[in-house]
């Protein structure tokens, strides 16, 4: 069992930074492959970034590459992602997510989930 608590989401301007972190319980969390998701209200949960159980291989939506990046720090059991020039359309819920062995950009794949935290960027 993986638990998940993702914090530092909030209000900022477009153009600004914010780095989410995620949490994970457990004394699996080396042999996880982490992964964060967004969604936003009226639309369905997207693929934002993942990154392989050692911190390896990143993965990225096409969209999001250049702007975002994900990290991890397995002593620390946390993920991080690390949002630079963020615009009005990244609003959103963003959620941490955690399996063993999924297909790392298709959600249903994920059998973990954080809460999700907020994230608004205003114009």
């Known amino acids: 069992q993986v638990q998940l608590v993702e914090s530092g989401g909030g209000l900022v301007q477009a153009g600004a930074s914010l780095r989410l972190s995620c949490a994970a319980s457990g004394r699996t969390f080396s042999s996880i492959v982490m992964g964060w998701f967004r969604q936003a209200p009226g639309k369905e949960r997207e693929f934002v970034a993942a990154?392989?159980?050692?911190?390896?291989?990143?993965y990225y939506a096409d969209s999001l590459k250049g702007r975002f990046t994900i990290s991890r720090d397995n002593a620390k059991n946390t993920v991080y992602l690390q949002m630079n020039s963020l615009k009005p359309e990244d609003t959103a819920v963003y959620y941490c997510?955690?399996?063993?062995?999924?297909?790392?950009?298709?959600?249903?794949?994920?059998?973990?989930w954080g809460q999700g935290t907020q994230v608004t960027v205003s114009s």
């Open positions: 990154i392989w159980r050692s911190g390896s291989s990143t």
């Open positions: 997510a955690a399996d063993f062995a999924p297909v790392v950009s298709k959600s249903e794949s994920y059998d973990y």
